[in-house]
């Protein structure tokens, strides 16, 4: 197969491109996040399950606390997202919630998490294991 333009996003500069087993999460240069493919754990972040075959905005800038997405790691069940001001967003199925990360949206990882109480770095996500190199304030 040839590669072939994602239609939907011709209008927009894409930043990146990010991919998990079954799914794919673009950051736009203008903040703008688009996710589409497999969704069934929530991993698209758009709160709800199921398969996307049109890429769709991922909750709109505003919800990112108004800082742009700078990177996007994707795992298999779940996608990471790490703002410009190093706050990191989680969706799909994030185990290590209870440690460090405080919920919004709930259930089957739906909505997001993220760290609040350090600044987030870099972030990895590789099949079911999420990385995240933080710097903690003393």
């Known amino acids: 197969m040839r590669p ?30 688009f996710s589409w493919g497999l969704g069934g754990s929530g991993q698209l972040g758009l709160g709800r399950l199921g398969y996307i075959f049109i890429p769709e905005e991922v909750r709109g800038e505003s919800f990112f606390g108004g800082a742009k997405i ?8 779940t996608t990471a997202l790490l703002t410009t001001l190093g706050r990191l967003y989680t ?11 405080e919920s919004e949206g ?13 600044a987030t ?5 590789v099949s079911v294991h999420t990385v995240v190199i933080v710097q903690v304030w003393c």
């Open 4 to 33: 072939m333009l994602v239609s939907k996003l011709a209008s927009h500069h894409a930043q990146m491109v990010a991919v998990g087993a079954d799914h794919t999460v673009v950051p736009m240069r203008t903040g703008i996040v």
């Open 70 to 77: 700078g990177s996007v790691a994707c795992g298999k069940n």
């Open 91 to 101: 969706c799909g199925k994030v185990v290590f919630e209870r440690i460090i990360v």
């Open 106 to 118: 709930g259930g089957a990882g739906l909505g997001a998490a993220y760290v609040d109480v350090v």
């Open 121 to 125: 770095l870099s972030v990895l996500c």
